[in-house]
Structures are given as C-alpha cells and as structure tokens.
C-alpha cells in the first residue's frame, strides 16, 4: 500500500525549532519529488516547499525561506523539514506529499500539527 | 504568493447538482497550466479527486467532473450523495515557479 506517514509535530515556543519527517512506504520513493502542504486553523492548502527526487534541487515559499530547510534520505525513504525560528503563524497541521509529473499531489499523509505559542 | 479564489461554501440536497468554480490569474490558470482537485475531511489526508484539469484518478466516481475555462476552473458534483460533504480545493502551478491552492469550498448536503 503507498503510504505516507508525517511525524515529529508539537508544541513550540516562538523561536524554537522542530523537525518534521515523512515516512514513505509502498512505491519507489527515490523516484518522485515530494512537497510539504501546510494548513493554519480555519485557512486552506498552503505550499510550503518541494524537492527534486536526489534533493538536488529545493524550492520554498517566500515567507519561509532562510528558516525552513526540506531534505530527503532516499536511502531511508524519508521526507524531512527543518523549521528554525518559529512564527505563531507557522502553526498548521502540516502535510507531506508525493509529486506527480511535477504539477499535482497524488499521495498524502494525514498530516502532523505544530503549535507555535508561548 | 498568490492563491485562487473559491466560493467559501456550497450547499446542495441529495441528488443535485452542484458547481465549484476556481479563479486563478493569467500567471498560473491562464497560463494553460493545468488544474486539480482535492477532497478534503478534517484529520485525514487531502485525497486527489481530479488531475490534468479533467481527469478522475481510479476508485474516483464520475460523478465528479471538472472543466477550465480561460482563468477558471470548475468542478461539478452531479447526484450529491451524504459521503461528498467536505472541503474542496483546486491547485495549480503559478509561472513563478510554485504551486498554488484555492482558498477552499465547504460543500454542504443538506
């Protein structure tokens, strides 16, 4: 079964740090890139960033660039983030997902909450 | 970065027909770039529900049906069933180099 499973969410104080992984089974996970999705209380999706299948190339949005850091371990079938100096507005459920033909998400996780507040 | 616009709700009763439209710009919509569609229920995993603008993936009913028109897309529910309540949201890729979400539809059964 494909299958993405997201972890390592939390409760953060503002300024804080956590990582997020993304668990992929059941496909060939070194062949697709993959994306992080983000969705605040009562918003919709957000895009937050992608990475190419050998995590050559990286590509965020602009209010996470310098803090956030995608990166894979093909070896291990993981999806990470890295997020430094949290914002309360960083708090979502965050998603991760499987690219397909570079233009639409056709796997997700069930996603993994972070709350930034003090 | 920009986002496309969805009406916040829609609501029909069982066995109607209801239309989602999604308004992009020419940088993404209008750029012939294509548009999909996601459900979505709280506490689960997004789900795609139609890609390349007009395609159901397998398993998708065809009760759904999607089309695009210049800097617009629509998604049709036709036979509305209790199961289709929940949010709905379009995506596509912007010129710019990123992707883009609706800003999300509650459809509603009544």
């Known amino acids: 079964e494909v299958q993405l499973v997201e972890s390592g969410g939390g409760l953060v104080q503002p300024g804080g740090s956590l990582r997020l992984s993304c668990a992929a089974s059941?496909?060939?996970?070194?062949?697709?890139?993959m994306i992080w999705v983000r969705q605040a209380p009562g918003k919709g999706l957000e895009w937050v960033a992608n990475?190419?299948?050998?995590?050559?190339?990286?590509y965020y949005m602009d209010s996470v660039k310098g803090r956030f850091t995608i990166s894979r371990d093909n070896a291990k079938n993981l999806l990470y983030v890295e997020i430094n100096g949290l914002r309360v507005d960083d708090t979502a459920v965050y998603y991760c997902?499987?690219?397909?033909?570079?233009?639409?998400?056709?796997?997700w996780g069930k996603g993994t909450t972070v709350t930034v507040s003090s | 970065q920009s986002v496309l616009t969805q009406p916040p709700s829609v609501s029909g009763a069982p066995g109607q027909r209801v239309t989602i439209s999604c308004t992009g710009s020419?940088?993404?919509?209008?750029?012939?770039?294509?548009v999909h569609w996601y459900q979505h229920l709280p506490g689960t995993a997004p789900k795609l529900l139609i890609y390349?603008?007009?395609n159901r993936p397998s398993g998708v009913p065809d009760r759904f049906s999607a089309s695009k028109s210049g800097t617009s897309a629509f998604l049709a529910i036709t036979g509305l069933q209790a199961e289709d309540e929940a949010d709905y949201y379009c995506?596509?890729?912007?010129?710019?180099?990123?992707?883009?979400f609706g800003t999300g539809t509650k459809v509603t059964v009544l």
């Open positions: 990475i190419k299948k050998d995590g050559s190339e990286t």
């Open positions: 995506q596509s890729y912007d010129s710019g180099g990123f992707y883009v």
């Open positions: 997902g499987r690219i397909n033909y570079y233009y639409y998400m056709d796997v």
């Open positions: 020419s940088s993404n919509i209008g750029a012939r770039y294509d």
């Open positions: 390349d603008t007009t």
């Open positions: 059941g496909f060939t996970f070194s062949n697709y890139w």
